[in-house]
């Protein structure tokens, strides 16, 4: 039986959208308060706001109303202890409430819902919703990636020389070796591309990508809600997303490589340095 025999991406579309958008108003509120209840999770610098708790609740519940058989990987389930399941074989929403909570809690605007359905191990349907922004970006499977309804295409840079690279310092405070490879990442970028610039969000980065905003975006170590959305965005936007050295993406494996062109994604593999990480879910490869 066929994917379409099996899953109505349409209806999961039409179902999804709203809830979306219900969800970037609750963020738009949290956003506009200015006296946020903020948590630490693992690290001290890695936070937790009610509006997260909020926004994920909603959109696991409303969804479940819907899609009772379908399965939900939500970054704040996941981080208080919930089952997680490496896969995305049968029907799963993969769901971050809040893409760039560090830039909520300070108001800084590059801040977003991030909802992606995966299902047959490839993503279906992506929603990255920045109500601050009033910015809605939207991708179906095979029939492109768009920006408040208007069609996105990533940019025609080839030459890193030319390109404007996003990307993250990522590395708590207390993992200092981790630190030292991503800023010599940055560096490395930076002594050749026209320019460096971190937006803060994976999700958000990702989607400039896919508008032509970004030319390149490179991260290690997000989860798969971070990067579930955005992936679909970029390559129904026409682009290239690979892991950091070059291999096929795993959704699973920590690190990212998006690029608008192929010569783009190869010279920038070719400088890229990796840390270890532990992929999510144990040993893989897991790739689409």
Known sequence: MSLSDELDVDFCFEVALPLVKQAGQEILRGFENKDK?????????DLLTETDRRVEDLLIAKLKETFPSHRFIGEESVSSGGKFIAST??????????DGT??????????CVSVALWAQNCPQLAFVFN??????????????AFLNGRKLSVSKTTDLKQALVGGDILAYQNEVDRLEVSIANAKSVKAIARAFRIPGSVAITLAYVAMGGLDAYF???????????????????GGVVRSLLGEPFDLFGRNILATSTEPLADQL????????????????????
């Open 89 to 98: 074989a049968e029907p799963t929403w993969i769901i971050d409430p809040i």
């Open 219 to 237: 991260e290690q170590g997000p989860k798969s809600w971070d990067f579930a959305a955005g992936v679909l965005l970029v390559t129904e936007a």
């Open 269 to 288: 593999a070719a400088i890229l340095k990796p840390f270890p990480c532990e992929r999510e879910g144990g040993p893989g490869p897991y790739k689409f």
């Open 37 to 45: 209840e903020v948590q630490s999770k693992s690290f001290a610098d």
């Open 102 to 111: 560090t830039n909520f809690v300070h108001g800084y605007p590059q801040v």
């Open 131 to 144: 109500p601050v922004l009033d910015q809605l970006f939207t991708a179906k499977k095979g029939r492109g």
